[in-house]
């Protein structure tokens, strides 16, 4: 009788180690937030041609902030996963032989939302190259850049657009084109033409890269002929303005903001511009370069090969 007492408390013991390992009460949920990244940089890790691990000096470490053991390794190849991460927001931070390279935050997150990532190590900092979120209650993507080209054109249904290397697409019912507060129409989205655009992922498909529904397209100045910085038509005085791009330089009281496909903008910053990340506020002192922001404000015309833009809010979305 004691025997087979021993045996069954025997049992359940292995059973309760092997919910463990396998993710059970005391691991991170399996649930919820599931977060897939892939990190480039400066040689920080190194992903092996022969598929060997990388050295135990060029490991890296992400951990989530809020939760310590939620953390995992980054792969010789790059790339790392993440699993039961809060719905709402938290923070990843990145260490190297117990240094610290940088942090990025997730502000907006949806429950059960699928994330996928690729972050640069360059210098000592972390920076966000791509974003995409997936799954039930995903979040706003925002976009901004040229029409690259039109794939399809139709009033009386789905429209296609290349914008800033994605798909994405305008539907009757569900996506607003406006310039300023005039109503536009899809024909009006022509290849050249400047825009933003709001909108969500659609659901991923075997045809190639996830597509972009748009609930909003903005026309935000003329064409441009493309080159370094913005054109004439992209860059008149009084016009508004709306950057979104990485800091590359700063002065005593501007930073200057780099934008794919667009250029420079030389942003100046006054005591009544708004600078915050979600409900946090920053000062100025606190913007460094390599963060990511969105730029709200007034064009004030080219300013040598950039274009001036009086800054009314600085958005920061990574940091």
Not at 119 to 141: A, F, K, P
Request: glycine share 14%.
């Amino acid at each position: 009788m004691q025997t087979r007492f021993a045996a069954a408390i025997a049992a359940l013991c292995t059973s309760i180690l092997v919910l463990a390992a396998c993710g059970g009460p005391s691991s991170p949920s399996e649930e919820g937030v599931v977060l897939r990244g892939t990190v480039v940089g400066d040689g920080t890790f190194s992903a092996s041609s022969a598929g060997r691990a990388a050295s135990p000096a060029a490991t890296v470490t992400v951990t989530v902030q809020e939760n310590p053991a939620i953390a995992t390794t980054v792969g010789a190849d790059g790339t790392f996963s993440l699993r039961g991460l809060p719905p709402g927001g938290f923070t990843l931070v990145f260490t190297s032989g117990g240094a610290r390279l940088g942090v990025v935050t997730f502000a907006e997150v949806m429950p059960n939302q699928e994330i996928t990532v690729t972050v640069r190590v360059e210098g000592g900092t972390v920076v966000v190259v791509e974003e995409r979120r997936n799954g039930i209650g995903h979040g706003d993507l925002e976009i901004e850049g040229r029409v690259e080209s039109v794939v399809a054109l139709n009033p009386s249904g789905d429209s296609v657009f290349v914008i800033d290397g994605r798909q994405v697409v305008a539907r009757p019912g569900e996506t607003a084109i406006r310039e300023g507060n005039r109503a536009r129409a899809v024909a009006d989205v022509t290849v050249g033409r400047q825009v933003h655009v709001k909108g969500t992922f659609m659901p991923s498909t075997d045809r190639g890269s996830q597509r972009v529904l748009a609930q909003e397209i903005k026309l935000q100045g003329g064409e441009t002929t493309g080159g370094s910085g913005p054109g004439p038509s992209a860059c008149a005085a009084g016009a508004n303005a709306e950057v979104e791009g990485i800091i590359t330089g700063k002065g005593a009281s501007s930073v200057t903001v780099t934008q794919q496909a667009k250029g420079d903008y030389l942003c100046l910053v006054s005591s009544g511009t708004r600078i915050r990340k979600g409900n946090t506020s920053f000062t100025f002192a606190e913007l460094q370069t390599g963060w990511r922001v969105h730029v709200k404000g007034t064009q004030q015309g080219p300013s040598g090969s950039a274009c001036q833009v009086n800054a009314s809010e600085i958005k920061v979305q990574n940091n």
